[in-house]
């Protein structure tokens, strides 16, 4: 089954220790995205890649970077994690951008010590 | 400023009736909205959408109401199974030239379904 893949599910680090998610797709789509769910709170978009073009929100800390090496991967760099960075992180993937649904990943679960 | 609310944080229903879960958005230029289910330890699974060129739309079991002028949206399910029970979330999208597909999310509301 074409699917979106996340790993690690559970990811634990130091305060300060940099650390990388991981996402993985056979949809063979152009778009994936990176959201943020804090505890109880709505998913919120961190950035989103269109095939090669990176586009950040405005309102994503500078902390957070991202990769996309090639269509099938991409990658959430966080430079040096703070407690506020303990958080639900979600790769979710579309064809396209616009009025489409978008795929999710299950998501990692990451803890900062 | 949260653009699409989702005032009800739990809903709890027998099986076999109507469920019905609540949306409201504030920004006037959304015009696609989703429903999404998510199991814990899993990701949301997209359920249904709307346009907002319609009113409903229908699959199975589910059903999406929109009211533009109310700028509120529901999501009926009938008849209501213990295995819908999850945190159901509402999303909406913006269209135009800055159109990024950005997802704006509601905070969930959870389902419980009691055999």
């Known amino acids: 089954d074409a699917m979106v893949i996340q790993n690690p599910r559970y990811q634990v680090t130091q305060f300060g220790k940099p650390v990388t998610l991981s996402c993985s797709q056979t949809l063979n789509h152009n778009v994936m995205y990176w959201y943020q769910q804090k505890s109880s709170q709505a998913p919120k978009l961190l950035f989103h890649y269109y095939d090669k073009d990176f586009n950040n929100e405005a309102d994503t800390p500078d902390n957070f970077q991202s990769r996309r090496p090639n269509t099938s991967f991409c990658f959430l760099d966080i430079r040096s994690p703070g407690l506020g960075d303990a958080a639900m992180y979600l790769c979710?993937?579309?064809?396209?951008?616009?009025?489409?649904?978008?795929?999710f990943g299950d998501g990692t679960r990451l803890s900062i010590l | 400023d949260q653009q699409v609310k989702q005032n009800s944080p739990s809903l709890s229903v027998q099986e076999g009736r109507i469920s019905i879960l609540n949306c409201d958005y504030t920004n006037s230029m959304f015009d696609y909205f989703l429903w999404y289910k998510k199991y814990p330890a899993e990701g949301p699974t997209f359920l249904i959408s709307?346009?907002?060129?319609?009113d409903k739309n229908e699959d199975g079991r589910f059903t999406v109401f929109l009211n533009k002028s109310a700028k509120h949206l529901s999501l009926h399910i009938v008849p209501s199974q213990p295995g819908d029970s999850a945190v159901y979330f509402c999303?909406?999208?913006?269209?135009?030239?800055?159109?990024?597909?950005?997802?704006?999310f509601g905070q969930g509301t959870t389902l419980q379904v009691k055999p």
């Open positions: 999303a909406a999208t913006e269209h135009g030239s800055s159109n990024t597909g950005k997802l704006i």
């Open positions: 709307i346009s907002s060129i319609k």
């Open positions: 979710a993937t579309s064809f396209t951008r616009g009025n489409q649904p978008q795929h």
